[in-house]
Structure formats: structure tokens, C-alpha cells
């Protein structure tokens, strides 16, 4: 099974986002579980991928993987391809 990109990532505020997701991200019921505020950005040009979503009311989570072609990341670092089963 293929992994959900990240499409695009508005979390500007994360050490993960260097022009986009540098990294394999879970999305938790508060968001990107991923999201890390430090004084630091990861340097490797990576596009971020979903590695797991803690969402199980979403149609595009199949045990515990999101099953999305892609996803965007909201300012507020959630996912805005949620969708509610």
C-alpha cells in the first residue's frame, strides 16, 4: 500500500516544514501529531508523507493508514482532507 503525500503544508510554525513536509507524519485527533515548534528546520528536501492517522472516524483511514491520494495541512497544522464516515 502506497503512503498519502502531503500535498501542501501551512504549518509554518513546525521544524518539519522547509517549503513543504520534510517527513513521514501521523495525524492525531488534534492534528499532525508530528508538529514540532523548535529553533531548528530540518534541511532535507523530502516530500512529508502520512505514516499513520490516528483518526478513526475518517473515510480515508483504513487500520490506522490514510488511504488519500494526497492531503493538505492546515495553518493550524490538521488535516483538511478529513472527512467524517
Not at 1 to 6: G, K, N
Not at 22 to 50: I, P, Q, W
Not at 54 to 65: G, I
Given at each position: 500500500?502506497?503512503?498519502?503525500?502531503?500535498?501542501?503544508?501551512?504549518?509554518?510554525?513546525?521544524?518539519?516544514?522547509?517549503?513543504?513536509?520534510?517527513?513521514?507524519?501521523?495525524?492525531?485527533?488534534?492534528?499532525?501529531?508530528?508538529?514540532?515548534?523548535?529553533?531548528?528546520?530540518?534541511?532535507?528536501?523530502?516530500?512529508?508523507?502520512?505514516?499513520?492517522?490516528?483518526?478513526?472516524?475518517?473515510?480515508?483511514?483504513?487500520?490506522?493508514?490514510?488511504?488519500?491520494?494526497?492531503?493538505?495541512v492546515?495553518?493550524?497544522?490538521?488535516c483538511?482532507?478529513?472527512e467524517?464516515?
Amino acid at each position: 500500500m502506497a503512503q498519502t503525500l502531503v500535498s501542501t503544508c501551512a504549518a509554518t510554525a513546525c521544524s518539519f516544514n522547509n517549503g513543504g513536509c520534510t517527513v513521514a507524519m501521523t495525524m492525531g485527533e488534534r492534528g499532525c501529531a508530528t508538529f514540532a515548534k523548535l529553533d531548528a528546520r530540518r534541511s532535507v528536501a523530502a516530500n512529508g508523507l502520512v505514516g499513520a492517522c490516528q483518526r478513526l472516524e475518517c473515510v480515508h483511514n483504513s487500520d490506522l493508514v490514510c488511504t488519500a491520494a494526497s492531503i493538505d495541512v492546515t495553518a493550524d497544522a490538521a488535516c483538511a482532507a478529513f472527512e467524517a464516515r
